[in-house]
């Protein structure tokens, strides 16, 4: 008896093999979250996905909270803004991990849906973003470091964010993209220091704007070019 051209054995439906796999990854049946976001972004698909992101599932939400809880009493402690500082590292990672080969379990039933890879993609990596931007709000209100939060850290972090989305979509390593997103501002952070004598300059000096901006625009241009649809293909 011949081969399949898959080369499993005669006997093995893979394709009933794959449906049930599909089976009992998607048979949870949606909640109040899932059913909201389904009517917002108009496809219970996207929505699904979107509550399948690694770094919006309850073990890294924990980790986040922890994270910023103890920017904002380092804050309250040294009188120096340090939320502003992690906010963009802690977020960088985050978006990386929006990024699915090797670290998202639905990865490869995410990419046979009708929806785009790009479009679950920038659903995700917004919606990590937004949640990041929301608990450095917070952590700075707690810590009375809310004044200038819009010219502070959130256009670094946006920068940042950024590369680590680009780097982890290139190499297709969720891993690699956060490496690079927190190893950057690090160096970004230390170098400021270095050269204006202040701790926070990374995120309060008026000279980096426009280096912030390009980055982003950048970044933001190479993640749709890598996650285009070939052509050739639906």
């Known amino acids: 008896m011949s081969e399949r051209w898959d080369g499993a054995p005669p006997d093995v439906d893979l394709d009933r093999v794959w449906t049930g796999v599909a089976a009992e990854v998607w048979r949870r049946e949606p909640g109040p979250l899932e059913r909201a976001a ?5 496809s219970p698909g996207l929505a699904r996905a979107l509550l399948t992101t690694p770094s919006l599932l309850a073990p ?3 980790a986040s909270v922890v994270v910023f809880a103890a920017g904002g009493i380092a804050t309250l402690s040294t009188h120096e803004p340090l939320v502003w500082l ?10 990386a991990y929006a990024y699915g080969p090797g670290i998202d379990p639905a990865w ?9 890879d790009r479009m679950v993609l920038l659903v995700r990596a917004a919606a ?8 450095g709000l917070a952590a700075s209100a707690a810590s009375g470091t809310v004044a200038a939060v819009t010219f502070g850290w959130l256009l670094p972090m946006t920068a940042v964010c950024a590369l680590a989305l680009a780097v982890a979509t290139v190499a297709r390593s969720a891993n690699t993209g956060a490496a690079a997103g927190m190893a950057v ?3 970004t952070v230390l170098s400021a220091q270095a050269a204006s004598r202040r701790f926070t300059a990374a995120v309060t000096s008026a000279a980096l704007i426009l280096p912030y901006l390009v980055i982003a625009a950048c970044c933001a241009a190479i993640v749709i070019y890598a996650t285009r649809i070939p052509r050739g293909t639906s």
């Open 38 to 42: 389904g009517r917002l972004l108009r």
């Open 60 to 62: 890294w939400l924990i």
């Open 86 to 95: 992690i906010a963009p590292g802690a977020a960088a990672a985050g978006i």
């Open 108 to 116: 490869e039933l995410l990419c046979s849906m009708a929806v785009s």
């Open 128 to 135: 990590v973003f937004m949640l990041n931007a929301l608990l």
């Open 185 to 187: 501002w690090l160096i």
